[in-house]
Every structure is written in structure tokens, then in C-alpha cells.
């Protein structure tokens, strides 16, 4: 299925799924992913714990954060998919964050974690048939359907890629 439109997107959605240029999912996920996995490899392993400024989130930690997010993501696209009315609540990221433990983490492991997310994630929306893609729930207040929550994934990832490119990797 294709994008979204950007007139049917959730206002808060809007900043991460209009700038994509990919126009299916499933290629979305897997070349999304790929560019992930190249950027996180580039990165030295005495790097994972750098912070750009003080206060913020490690490269590791961000690395967790976006597998965090995907997990979620991919629960609300599975609850909303199997016709669940579950309003489903948020999730506080920087405690998330904070509790993830990461530092000790070797790099590589969470790129390997990362890559067996990643597989899962394209798994299971493979699996949804169009009628499965247009259900809809309640995700933190806002009502999405399980197609955005795939190409949610997707801009969320992209938006903290070019995080990480614009503000630890700058020269």
C-alpha cells in the first residue's frame, strides 16, 4: 500500500512520514533499515557513548530509542490490525532512555538487535492484507491506522538519522 496522504495524517505524525520519498512500506522498511544498520556500523565502538552536548541522549541511547519506538509502533499496528479497541497509552522516552541500561552494551550487539528488529518489523507488516493495513486505533490519543504506524517507523528512524548526522557526526 502506499504512503499516506499527508491531508489524512495525524497533525503529530505529519513531521515524520511527509518528507519520506519512499512510496511502499515494505521497501520502506528494508532500504530504511539498511541505511540504519550502514550509519550504525560506520560508528566506532568507543563512540557509543558519546553525547553531544551534556544532557543528551548517548549514540547508543539513541540507537535503543529508536528500537524502542519500533516496538511500539509494531504493537499498536499489531493490536489495531487484529481489530483490538484497546485505546493504547504513550511512552515516556527520555525515562525509557534513562532506564535502558545501554552504556555497557557493546555496540555491535545492539546493530545485530537492531537488524533482527528490523526483520521482525518488515515480518509483520508483510503479513497484513490491505483490510489489515486501514484498521485503526487509539495510539496516545491520536486515531492511526496500521499503515501510517509502518511509515511511522520508517520517518521516525529517518528523523533520528539525521540527528545523529547533523549533531554528533558534524565536521
Known amino acids: 500500500m502506499p504512503k499516506p496522504s499527508a491531508s489524512t495524517l495525524p497533525e503529530f505524525y505529519k513531521r515524520y512520514i511527509d518528507p519520506l520519498e519512499y512510496d511502499e512500506l ?4 528494508i532500504s530504511s533499515g539498511n541505511e540504519s544498520i550502514d550509519l550504525f556500523k560506520s560508528i566506532p565502538e568507543a563512540s557509543g557513548n558519546y553525547r553531544y552536548e551534556e544532557g543528551k541522549w548517548s549514540i547508543k541511547q539513541v540507537i535503543q530509542h529508536i528500537m524502542d519506538a519500533e516496538r511500539v509502533f509494531c504493537y499498536r499496528a499489531l493490536t489495531f490490525s487484529r481489530g483490538d479497541d484497546t485505546r493504547l497509552p504513550g511512552f515516556d522516552e527520555n525515562s525509557w532512555a534513562a532506564a535502558s541500561l545501554v552504556s555497557d552494551r557493546k555496540l555491535y550487539k545492539l546493530i545485530e538487535a537492531y537488524a533482527n528488529l ?3 518489523t ?3 507488516f508483510g503479513s497484513f492484507p490491505a ?3 486501514q484498521r485503526t486505533g487509539d495510539a496516545n490519543g491520536i486515531q492511526v491506522d496500521v499503515l501510517t504506524l509502518g511509515f511511522l517507523i520508517v520517518g521516525h528512524e ?3 538519522r539525521r540527528v545523529l548526522l547533523d549533531r554528533y557526526f558534524q565536521k
Open 158 to 160: 529517518a528523523h533520528h
Open 118 to 120: 528490523r526483520a521482525s
Open 26 to 29: 515494505i521497501p520502506a522498511l
Open 131 to 133: 483490510e489489515m493495513l
Open 122 to 124: 518488515v515480518d509483520l
